[in-house]
């Protein structure tokens, strides 16, 4: 396991005030300050943002051009196909393209790449497929800004193509290269003058559905009824939950319970949760793995016919078909984990970026086993497996190692690549998986003080200051994921009263603890019980690192803690 370092977040501001001006605690102040929420006007987004606070989706490059191809080949009547992505990302938005193409009227029908047959992006097959079947457009989502060949072969062949798309932008000698389509539309292009170009795939398109339902006057009311697939693609995506990215989420949780596909509902159902309370982190952890399985496992058209069905018994049927897939990946994902971590242990352990080939492994799962890798030690991991014409893998990275760029410096050695900073997928031959191995490692500048996970607190916060209304404060603050951190509040030299492991996995310790002043608080800290007992030894001290919440059971409420770091006091 990664060595682990406790920061504290020390960003300045006038707490008070800002308290005042905005009637919450100095403690939420901080809190807020940390996410780098700088000035009045962005605090306030921050805490009562919504629709009206989104960015004009023209503002994007090459939209209005988009909507003008669009609205002529729906008048003309010509065949669109959306050529989307086995990903949830993927899925979310060639769902909000095709619903809302449907709508206005256009003839439009859809292809999802196969993740094994096909690999990830546009492929020339795909782009002959179209052409044979007279298609006379192709409308990319979640992919196509790195398909110059591809798209060139669809010029040739007389196609209109239209690109939408989130992923970095290769560069040759400084210069952005495009792929030559007739409109692209991405944030990330130099000239864009999107303000926040950090939005994923299923944003990008639910941009294009609203500039698309202005042009043919459709309700607003039309397009935020799809608001909630928009929030599933940026929480499944992994996007920084910042900015309108936060906003989006936020609507989309709360109008997720009236959503009109009939198929997430049947998935909300399935996987026991309340349709009326979802929360971001069921998205990540249980709805997105859900909707991702059958693209994993499957087909990622599978996942989509669930989103687009109409009929009740084959919407429960697709939802628990996906649940099921979902349960076999994560036990197939569970094994893989454990033989990379073994591979590194054994082979590799001195390595600053982790290459490990797991010949076996199915190559959808080489992503997760990255993350968990990437997690374990805290260091940047690629998992590479064998595909069918050649080796295949997914990475992903720590915030120090530029990952799109780190494979970018050893292009020569792969047939195909792609990415962000803190994820990417390649192909290259077997042959090379060595000198690929070797020549990151080479290259790479990353030093011991990286491999150190840090774990920032926010707030060093006695326990005697947390009640209810400080507890009811800090919801405002949710949606919480990546770079919208549930905040972390730490106390040292905690008495242990009695402590005891629960559950049938014996998966959760349950404390009372009090402070030296005596303020006794129950606590509960979730992992592997029995092997923390065995840490704990006689010691009965613990600084820790937590979050406050009410317990409620019975009709009785009661505070608590939830520990997420700890260290044991070996002082008697």
Not at 188 to 193: F, G, H, L, N
Not at 508 to 513: E, H, I, N
Request: hydrophobic residues 40%; proline residues 4%.
């Amino acid at each position: 396991m990664a060595e682990e370092k406790w920061m504290l977040q020390t960003k300045r501001a006038d707490f008070d005030e800002m308290a005042k001006c905005h009637h919450i605690s100095p403690v939420t102040a901080r809190v807020i300050r940390n996410r780098d929420v700088i000035g009045r006007e962005a605090v306030e987004k921050y805490l009562n943002g919504g629709i009206k606070d989104l960015y004009s989706p023209h503002l994007l490059k090459d939209m209005d051009k988009t909507v003008a191809i669009l609205r002529e080949k729906t008048r003309q009547q010509k065949p669109v196909r959306i050529v989307g992505d086995y990903d949830i990302d993927g899925v979310c938005s060639t769902y909000l393209l095709y619903k809302a193409l449907c709508q206005v009227g256009a003839v439009v029908d859809y292809e999802i790449p196969d993740r094994l047959k096909d690999g990830y992006g546009i492929n020339e097959s795909i782009i002959r497929a179209a052409a044979e079947d007279g298609i006379d457009t192709i409308l990319t989502c979640d992919n196509g800004i790195a398909a110059v060949a591809q798209i060139r072969l669809a010029k040739e062949l007389g196609l209109t193509v239209l690109i939408t798309d989130h992923h970095d932008i290769m560069k040759e000698d400084g210069r952005e290269v495009l792929p030559p389509a007739d409109a692209v539309v991405n944030p990330k292009q130099e000239d864009c003058s999107y303000p926040y170009p950090d939005i994923c795939g299923g944003m990008v398109a639910y941009k294009l559905v609203q500039a698309l339902y202005e042009e043919f006057h459709v309700p607003m009311e039309k397009w935020l009824e799809m608001v909630e697939f928009a929030a599933i693609a940026t929480v499944g995506d992994v996007m920084k939950l910042q900015d309108e990215n936060r906003i989006i989420v936020k609507e989309g949780l709360k109008r997720m319970g009236q959503t009109k596909s009939l198929g997430l509902l049947k998935l909300i159902e399935r996987n026991d949760l309340d349709k009326d309370d979802i929360t971001a982190y069921q998205i990540g952890f249980v709805i997105g793995p859900c909707l991702n399985a059958g693209g994993r496992l499957q087909t990622a058209k599978l996942a989509l016919s669930l989103l687009l069905c109409q009929n009740e018994e084959e919407a429960d049927q697709m939802a628990l078909e996906l649940k099921e897939l979902n349960d076999r990946r994560k036990d197939m994902t569970k094994q893989g984990t454990s033989q990379a971590v073994e591979q590194v242990e054994s082979l590799y352990s001195e390595d600053k970026v982790l290459v490990v080939y797991l010949p076996d492994c199915h190559e959808s799962l080489a992503g997760i086993i990255a993350g968990r890798l990437r997690e374990h030690f805290q260091k940047p991991a690629f998992v590479l497996t064998d595909g069918e014409e050649s080796v295949k893998g997914s990475g992903r990275s720590i915030e120090t190692y530029h990952m799109f760029e780190a494979l970018v410096n050893v292009k020569e050695l792969l047939l195909k690549f792609g990415g962000h900073p803190m994820a990417a997928g390649l192909s290259l031959l077997k042959e090379h998986v060595d000198e690929f191995r070797r020549r990151l490692n080479e290259q790479a500048r990353l030093t011991s003080e990286d491999f150190i996970r840090k774990v920032w607190i926010d707030v060093p916060m006695p326990l005697e200051y947390i009640n209810e209304p400080l507890i009811q404060e800090l919801e405002l603050l949710e949606p919480f994921g990546q770079g919208n951190e549930k905040p972390l509040f730490a106390q040292k030299g905690l008495h242990i009263r009695s402590v005891r492991v629960l559950g049938k996995n014996r998966n959760a310790v349950k404390f009372s603890l009090a402070t030296d002043q005596g303020t006794p608080v129950d606590a509960l800290l979730f992992g592997d019980g029995d092997s923390f007992m065995e840490e704990l030894g006689n010691s009965r001290i613990l600084d820790v690192i937590y979050y406050p919440s009410v317990n409620e059971y019975n009709g009785n409420k009661s505070l608590q803690i939830v520990i997420k770091n700890y260290k044991i006091s070996r002082c008697v």
